[in-house]
């Protein structure tokens, strides 16, 4: 028999979270993928399935967390593509036999960093 436990710190209903603990949730994760990449070329990344999974993880993590940010916040974060981070989620959970590591590896390397600067910028800017 095989048991799975998981243990959980916050509530598991994502729609009574606020949003500022969801947008946090994406900024930690985005550093914690950058951090995993490190300075990894492309080649070694694909050839480290440790480090894949730990950038996929935080790569679903950060699209979960998107998917329930509302659209009122969305909006004061124009420059966030969320529904570009939610797709991304939707595939990496749903379609993996799809993924396309040296896409991960870009999206990690290029485009991270800059989601990472806008969230700090939005939660600075919190009410």
Known sequence: MIVC???CSRPLSMPERDWR???????EHAIRAI???????LE???????VQDGVIRCLEIIG???RHVPEDVRVRAAVVP??????????LAHHYARVDLETVWRVTRERLPELVAALTTLLDDAP
Not at 82 to 91: E, S, Y
């Open 5 to 7: 436990a998981v243990a």
């Open 64 to 66: 979960e967390a998107a």
């Open 21 to 27: 603990i969801l947008v946090e949730d994406m900024r």
């Open 35 to 41: 951090s995993h990449l490190g300075d990894r070329t």
């Open 82 to 91: 969320w529904g570009q981070i939610v797709a991304t989620r939707h595939i």
């Open 44 to 50: 070694d990344f694909i050839k480290d399935a440790l």
